[in-house]
T-cell receptor, first 115, second 113 residues
Framework: DAGITQSPRHKVTETGTPVTLRCHQTENHRYMYWYRQDPGHGLRLIHY???????DKGEVSDGYSVSRSKTEDFLLTLESATSSQTSVYFC??????????????FGPGTRLTVL | GENVEQHPSTLSVQEGDSAVIKCTYS??????FPWYKQELGKGPQLIIDIRSNVGEKKDQRIAVTLNKTAKHFSLHITETQPEDSAVYFCAALGSGGSYIPTFGRGTSLIVHP
């Protein structure tokens, strides 16, 4: 168990409202990632972080922003949610010093529905 | 960038049979190839991985093989059981020191009792 939690686990919101998803890790991994998973598209990278306050865009970053103010937390924000952002969101971590640097571990997911 | 193709998209087998899932990658510099199992309603879980300096790796009923020349790698599950039913993803990474994986689209494995 890599010690990753996501909150909330389920959320229903309305179009146009802001939404923030939280990823929390307890094992000091350097890298953190946000993915979305949709039928037929597999896992698509939204944003990732390579250190505190260091983030970069993935392949589907439009409409999303992230922040990482401390090692253990990585926040994903939908500034103004749209129905196309209805999805399951997964956080992942990798880069444990002294461990398998490439190995990536996933959280349990957040199911977001935008009405 | 890297491109990973995964086949088949769906695989149906009888309990006790073997299952093979294949992936091809495009970047010859990729050097780390993990496989993930995702059960319904859960996040993907790393089940086995292989690095480019190894041709095969086994862990009980699962094994992964890597052919660097052909740029493909495969997941082999022997003596399948109903609890092996899940979606399996392959990935490739490591080119240029990249730690960001490129995932295949996934294979839905169904094991019939």
């Amino acid at each position: 168990d890599a010690g990753i939690t996501q909150s909330p686990r389920h959320k229903v919101t309305e179009t146009g409202t802001p939404v923030t998803l939280r990823c929390h890790q307890t094992e000091n991994h350097r890298y953190m990632y946000w993915y979305r998973q949709d039928p037929g598209h597999g896992l698509r990278l939204i944003h990732y972080s390579y250190g505190v306050k260091d983030t970069d865009k993935g392949e589907v970053s439009d409409g999303y922003s992230v922040s990482r103010s401390k090692t253990e937390d990585f926040l994903l924000t939908l500034e103004s949610a749209t129905s196309s952002q209805t999805s399951v969101y997964f956080c992942a971590i990798s880069g444990l010093a002294g461990g398998g640097y490439n190995e990536q571990f996933f959280g349990p997911g957040t199911r977001l529905t935008v009405l | 960038g890297e491109n990973v193709e995964q086949h088949p998209s769906t695989l149906s087998v009888q309990e006790g049979d073997s299952a093979v899932i294949k992936c091809t990658y495009s970047d010859s510099a990729s050097n780390y190839f993990p496989w993930y199992k995702q059960e319904l309603g859960k996040g993907p879980q790393l089940i086995i991985d292989i690095r480019s300096n190894v041709g095969e790796k086994k862990d009980q009923r699962i094994a992964v093989t890597l052919n660097k020349t052909a740029k493909h790698f495969s997941l082999h599950i022997t003596e399948t059981q109903p609890e092996d039913s899940a979606v399996y993803f392959c990935a490739a990474l490591g080119s240029g020191g990249s730690y960001i994986p490129t995932f295949g689209r996934g294979t839905s494995l169904i094991v019939h009792p």
